[in-house]
Structure formats: C-alpha cells, structure tokens
C-alpha cells in the first residue's frame, strides 16, 4: 500500500504545524511553545494527554479497539539547535540565534500526523504511546524521560524512533540490524608545561610539542589497537596554545571527539589515551590532565524491532525504497538510552532531492516537508500491523 489516503488529506495541516515550529525554535529543555503546540493538538483530538514529563515533555496515550495489553512507543525529538539560520524560508526562524537545522520540525509534525490519524480509526487492539522528547541535542532529554519512569508510566513492549537525513535519498527508509548510530564521547587534555624564549627551547618544557605527540598517538590506536572490523572515530577537533611567536607557551589544550560503535572498543580507547597521557607527563617533565566524559551510548537496535519496521516500511514505499544493511552512522542519538531501556528500532527517513542538498547542523538546512506523509503513514502502519484488531 502507498501512504494513507487520510493522512495526506491533511498534509497541509502537518506543514502548518511544522513551519510554526521552525519559526518559534527552542533549545534544550525550553520547549514551552513546542509542548505546547503538541498538547493542544492531541486533546483536540481526543488523546489522554500528560505534560511536564522531564520537564517539557509531552506523551499522548491512544487506545484502540478492543481488551489487548499490547502497547507501542513512538518517539519524535522537539528541541532546536543554537545555529542562526541563513537559508531564507517563508518560516524562517524569528529566533535569534536558534535554529531547527537537524529536523525535530519535522519529526514532531510526522508523529502528530500519526497521532491524528490513530485517534481518529483507533483501527487497532492495543496501546499507542506518542513521545514527543525534549532535549535531543546534547541535553540527554531521552535519558532523563526513562530516568524518570517514562516505561513504567506509560508501558511499551517495544519504542520506536525516526530520523531524518537528507544524505539518504527521499523517501527511502533506512536501518540495520544492531549499532545504527555511535557513542558520543568528549576528551578535555590539559598539558602544564613551562614556558620560555622560542630562541632558548631547551630552557622550557614545551607542551606544544607534547600536544603533537598525543596527536598522533591518539590516531595509531585507531590503525594498531582497534580491531579493524568494529567502527571508531578519534578527532582532535581544538589545539590551543600561545600568545605570540617568539614565545613558548606555559601551557595547551586539546579536545577531542570519540565515536564508537561497541562498548569494548569505547573502553579500550578511554584507557588508551589516558596511558598515553600519563606516559607523555613522564617522557617530557610536563603534568597532563586527562578528562575522558561518555556521552550518549551507541544507538543499537534490537533484531526482531527491525524486522518489524521493515515490514511495515516496505508496505508504505515498496521493497526497492528500503535499505535494511545501510552503514552505520558515527552521529549519536539519546534515542540510545530508550533503545537500553525497552527492544526497539530507529530507522532513517530519506529527505535528500536536488532542493534539499544541505546536511543536518548546516545553517540553510530545512526539513522536507514531501516526506511528513510518508513518515506518518509509517507510524500508523506499524501500528496496525503490530497490533491488529483480530490479532
């Protein structure tokens, strides 16, 4: 089947709902107006409805037809980014300094859409649980709604989640079978050195030089101690030092980015870099400081979920619009911990067309609005199919 009928009867009402939030941006744990605009909605349409959940969190509860205990998680992200926009929509944002650049517009309006669609047929034997999660951007909102008994509250035999990425052609879905998305974690180096004339180095303790050499160690543990076969990403992403060019400086900073893909590897790479650490403090004289802080685990999918969602997926586009070995993606996603909570899958939503070329955290980045029906018709796809009347 292509997408529901119904649902593209009021695709203009999903890119009203969703230019109004690219208009009105909120970041983490700010989205008063979003939530808002969420929980009108779904008590409009009749959906039992609980707000203030981590904060600006917002979950809808749809009944079906019938006695089922079966129930589903669907999960869309809210926040924005702290980008200015420079593209040039008829929406664009009024916010200064706030953007939507990574498409939680569009997420939010897609399972609106689904959540319209569901409460309107109820054409299903279970429980529907709508997500709509804050703080997706570096705020561990996900994290904070489980913390919170999200699951024990609103029970979910499996949770499910969307993303969109334009890198990805439109309209296609994308998933694999286990890591979908990385780990994200941050390394801060602080080497304290000595500082002195640049014409009398020996009279120093250079920590730019020290910095260079932890450079490149930190790239052989790639090449000479990660396994081959499993994903990692080391990127020295700042190097700070000195105030002129005739000087040695006392000190220098390093941060680093680290993205993995199994926990084996992420522990193995934490432990690296500070032996390398506290080996460069030993060869040059110098102290180093070493902070190593995990952020989101990996975004790994459970084997049955996926197999789940391809099926209802290739219901709505056709088996030659779904990809379900796509690589893997080193961005993170706090979906993670939903996924460590309850089994689940998060699936990719193709955007990309020759209009939309800019990807995700890009200033002229903007969501495309020809994939919101495509996006609920999966939702309310996989709802019946997972929960049907007669089943």
């Known amino acids: 089947m292509p997408?529901?009928?119904?649902?593209?009867?009021?695709?203009?009402?999903?890119?009203?709902?969703?230019?109004?939030?690219?208009?009105?941006?909120?970041?983490?744990?700010e989205e008063v107006k979003t939530a808002a605009i969420v929980a009108d909605k779904l008590k409009e349409w009749g959906i039992e409805t609980h707000e203030g959940i981590a904060k600006t969190g917002v979950v809808g509860v749809i009944k079906g037809q019938g006695s089922s205990t079966r129930s589903i998680g669907i999960r869309?992200?809210?926040?924005?980014?702290?980008?200015?926009?420079?593209?040039?929509?008829?929406?664009?944002?009024?916010?200064?300094?706030?953007?939507h650049a990574c498409g939680h517009d569009g997420h939010t309006a897609i399972l609106l859409g689904?959540?319209?669609y569901l409460a309107e047929t109820r054409n299903f034997d279970g429980t529907v649980n709508v997500i709509f999660q804050p703080a997706e951007e570096g705020g561990a909102g996900g994290d904070?709604?489980?913390?919170?008994?999200?699951?024990?509250?609103f029970e979910c035999d499996a949770v499910y989640g969307l993303h969109n990425l334009p890198n990805f052609p439109k309209g296609t879905f994308n998933i694999r079978h286990g890591a979908?998305?990385?780990?994200?974690?941050?390394?801060?180096?602080?080497?304290?050195?000595?500082?002195?004339?640049?014409a009398m180095p020996q009279m120093s303790k250079d920590p730019i030089a020290v910095g260079v050499q932890i450079y490149n160690a930190a790239q052989a543990i790639l090449t000479r101690n990660v396994d081959p076969i499993h994903m990692a990403v080391i990127s020295i992403t700042q190097f700070h030092a000195g105030t002129a060019g005739n000087v040695i400086p006392d000190t220098a900073f390093l941060n680093a980015s680290v993205r993995t893909t199994d926990p084996a590897t992420r522990d193995l790479i934490e432990r690296r870099m500070g032996e390398i650490c506290t080996a460069m403090a030993a060869m040059h004289e110098v102290e180093i400081e070493f902070v190593y802080k995990r952020g989101y685990p990996a975004t790994v999918n459970h084997d049955d979920q996926v197999d789940r969602v391809v099926r209802a997926a290739e219901a709505i586009v056709g088996p030659d619009m779904v990809n379900a070995n796509c690589d893997p993606v080193m961005g993170s996603e706090d979906f993670s911990y939903m996924l460590e909570a309850r089994p689940g899958a998060y699936?990719?939503?193709?955007?990309?067309?020759?209009?939309?070329?800019?990807?995700?955290?890009?200033?002229?980045?903007?969501?495309?609005?020809?994939?919101?029906?495509?996006?609920?018709?999966?939702?309310?796809?996989?709802?019946?199919?997972?929960?049907?009347?007669?089943?």
């Open 3 to 29: 997408v529901y009928n119904r649902i593209t009867e009021f695709e203009d009402d999903m890119r009203a709902w969703r230019h109004e939030i690219h208009r009105h941006p909120e970041l983490c744990f």
């Open 76 to 99: 869309a992200d809210m926040d924005a980014l702290p980008m200015q926009e420079v593209g040039s929509p008829s929406y664009k944002s009024v916010e200064d300094g706030k953007m």
């Open 114 to 116: 689904a959540a319209k």
């Open 144 to 153: 904070l709604m489980v913390k919170e008994g999200l699951f024990d509250r």
């Open 180 to 198: 979908l998305m990385a780990a994200a974690d941050s390394v801060k180096i602080t080497i304290n050195g000595v500082g002195g004339h640049a």
């Open 347 to 391: 699936i990719f939503l193709g955007g990309g067309d020759e209009t939309h070329v800019h990807s995700v955290h890009h200033p002229e980045f903007d969501f495309n609005d020809e994939t919101l029906t495509i996006g609920s018709s999966l939702w309310a796809k996989l709802v019946e199919q997972e929960m049907p009347r007669d089943g």
